[in-house]
DNA sequence: TCACAATAGTTGCGAGCGCAACTAAAATGG
DNA sequence: CCATTTTAGTTGCGCTCGCAACTATTGTGA
């Protein structure tokens, strides 16, 4: 490869062996914690992303635009997947009263309900399959590293 | 939600700095890393996978199901994926002559000139978005951590 | 004030992929 | 040596989601 761009600047030992672990890990650990959800409280990850943010939200309620941005999806991709918990009952929409454009995503008390049972194991899932394979030291440089990663994404 | 299950170890504020830092972080940077794959060389992250792991293989050719257990498809996500490489004439498939039942996806000459016109442009896209935003100690660090979580995966 | 732009959300369409069912070809074992 | 099981791969179906086009409402400037 080398004869077709003489100053391209591969990776070394190190910065390969960093990427290789880093991308051959995230897949796997996101499928296993997507599994450990649906076997404990039978939801994707999405759908407990949105339940979250709800949750958290004042009133329990937000403007779909607000969480498509807020969860990386585009506004189509976010009314499907709302179609999914409405259908199920755990979120409803409304009409906002101060402008008439924007629907209101509003958790239900059963979607709260949802949430509260699932949300125990679900921070289990996360203990171990992620923070208890590392030391406090680890969870420090880690977040230090994303976090620069982060911000260069919006540079 | 401590009424629902009074011994959930909840996350401690390092513990959920890092998660948070990690999480909110890798949807970006896959997202940031397929963009550039795409606006640089017209390929999916997926596409370039195959073709990576196809020129690194003997004689440049898989058995498909050896490809599929590499790039944790399942065997139908496979054979979706390698229908559009060889629509597009990046790979071809033959059948083994050993064992009838398997398929080699074997990369042509087209497709190993598409890989090294795109190889470089995906290294310094992976310089950009991640490794240059960490110091070499960052790198060790976070090639320990990794190696950590995913050992724990397969227990 | 009124035409035009910007914003919020939905829908049709298509891509990507998993699951289950299926075919074909080995491998096994009685 | 033949019946059963296992393995490899494809296909139908369904799910999720992005893009482009569309409607509805609000904001803006002459």
């Known amino acids: 490869m080398s004869r077709i761009d003489e100053k391209t600047n591969w990776l070394n030992k190190t910065e390969m062996a960093a990427w290789i672990?880093?991308?051959?890990?995230?897949?796997?650990?996101?499928?296993?914690?997507?599994?450990?959800?649906?076997?404990?409280?039978?939801?994707?990850?999405?759908?407990?992303?949105?339940?979250?943010?709800?949750?958290?939200s004042p009133e329990r309620r937000t403007r779909m635009c607000d969480l498509a941005a807020r969860l990386n999806l585009t506004p189509s991709g976010l009314t499907r997947r709302l179609d999914g918990l409405v259908k199920e009952g755990s979120v409803t929409r409304e009409v906002s009263t101060e402008d008439r454009r924007v629907q209101l995503a509003v958790?239900?008390?059963?979607?709260?309900?949802e949430l509260v049972a699932a949300a125990p194991h679900h921070v289990a899932s996360v203990r171990h399959r992620f923070i208890d394979r590392l030391t406090t030291e680890q969870l420090k440089h880690l977040t230090a590293a994303f976090t620069n990663i982060r911000e260069g994404l919006f540079e």
Not at 25 to 32: A, F, H, R, S, V
Not at 107 to 113: A, E, I, K, V
């Open 107 to 113: 958790l239900t008390p059963q979607g709260y309900r």
């Open 21 to 56: 672990s880093f991308i051959e890990t995230i897949g796997d650990l996101q499928y296993n914690l997507d599994s450990d959800l649906r076997e404990s409280s039978d939801m994707t990850a999405g759908d407990y992303q949105v339940l979250v943010y709800l949750s958290e």
